[in-house]
């Protein structure tokens, strides 16, 4: 069901401090925290004495303690003290994830440990850059992750959903190019001679026909950058109004995701009415599409089995990414299924679980 060989957005730098906080990634459940320099901390929330939310106790300087018999667990996971007694059992540990902090996010790989690359973090730089204002936002969408993909990566649903806002008849008239690098799937529409969106035209302060452009670049599985804007015609992208909409989609189950959401702009950076502006605006397209995936979902699950999507051009990007994301879920079940195979073929004492891993 889920990627786990990669990084996923848990939470914004803010909402992480001393106290703890939960996170469920991919039906795993985390703990996040702040050590007493700053550091931020991800462990697996469960205590290993009887797995007790350890998001429900405390921070003790760099430990969490356990708020049902004070089990406290360093930021490696390992136990660093048992009220109760001064020996420490070898088992008593629980799961650290690797972590990365950037430009507002922070980032918890989910997967093999041995596998974490810091430099496959994504580039989303512009939330953090002086010269770029930026409005952010975070929903949790009742429907599977699979779906705000979907969406993302065909943008005519803009046309319908989104008409007071980012949405025109002109949209779905012009077509994509899709190009394919390893794991990322860009899909990119320009529509030459249109006028400027309504949520857009009064804060970039436009007048007449323009270029507008969207290229959604999709990192399967977990991040898209929505790279926008409005130029002169004829004109050089970079030369005009841009956007960048950075999109963090963290599976919380099957049917659950969050949706950390960025909007960063080149224009009006000062300007504190059209940061206000935006926020609302955008505030009501993240609504609509939670509205919209929500029926979905709903229309998914009562589909009869064996009933699939109808796809047309427009989806070239969706089919792509649907193959990518499927390569990759195989791979991991197959590694998974040679592990399993290794350790049922090895010692009896090689082949019990430890019951405080997740």
């Not at 969408?141 to 007071?164: A, G, M, V």
């Not at 006028?195 to 035209?201: G, R």
């Not at 009006?268 to 995936?293: K, M, N, P």
Request: hydrophobic share 40%.
């Amino acid at each position: 069901m889920f990627v786990l060989n990669t990084w996923y957005v848990a939470a914004w730098s803010a909402e992480v401090t001393e106290k703890p906080v939960r996170r469920v990634i991919c039906k795993q459940p985390i703990v996040l925290y702040r050590t007493p320099d700053g550091a931020a901390v991800a462990l697996a929330d469960r205590c290993a004495h009887r797995a007790y939310p350890l998001s429900a106790g405390r921070t003790v300087g760099d430990s969490i303690e356990c708020g049902y018999h004070g089990f406290a667990y360093g930021p490696d996971g390992a136990c660093t003290r048992v009220p109760a007694q001064s020996a420490i059992p070898a088992r008593a540990r629980v799961r650290s994830y690797p972590i990365v902090e950037k430009d507002g996010w922070i980032w918890v790989w989910t997967g093999d440990v041995e596998l974490a690359d810091e430099s496959l973090v994504p580039d989303t730089h512009w939330m953090a850059d002086p010269e770029w204002a930026t409005v952010t936002h975070t929903v949790l969408f009742e429907c599977r992750h699979d779906l705000i993909h979907d969406n993302l990566l065909d943008l005519t649903h803009e046309s319908f959903l989104h008409k007071t806002t980012v949405g025109d008849d002109y949209i779905y008239e012009h077509g994509i190019t899709v190009e394919v690098d390893g794991r990322v799937v860009t899909a990119d529409r320009l529509m030459p001679g249109v006028e400027a969106p309504p949520l857009y035209a009064r804060t970039m302060a436009t007048d007449g026909l323009y270029d507008r452009f969207h290229a959604t670049e999709f990192h399967v599985p977990s991040y898209h950058v929505l790279h926008s804007g409005i130029t002169g015609r004829g004109r050089p992208r970079e030369e005009g109004y841009l956007i960048k909409v950075l999109n963090g989609i963290t599976p919380v189950d099957e049917k659950t995701t969050w949706y950390y959401y960025a909007f960063s702009r080149n224009f009006a950076v000062d300007a504190e009415w059209a940061t206000e502006e935006l926020e609302a605006g955008l505030a009501t397209v993240l609504r609509e599409d939670a509205d919209a995936l929500r029926e979905q979902e709903i229309g998914m699950q009562e589909r009869p089995e064996g009933e699939h999507d109808v796809l047309i051009g427009q989806d070239a990007g969706v089919a792509k990414a649907r193959r990518i994301l499927s390569r990759l879920l195989a791979a991991e079940q197959q590694a998974g299924d040679r592990a399993l195979g290794a350790d049922r073929s090895g010692p009896a004492s090689q082949a019990t679980p430890v019951a405080v891993q997740s």
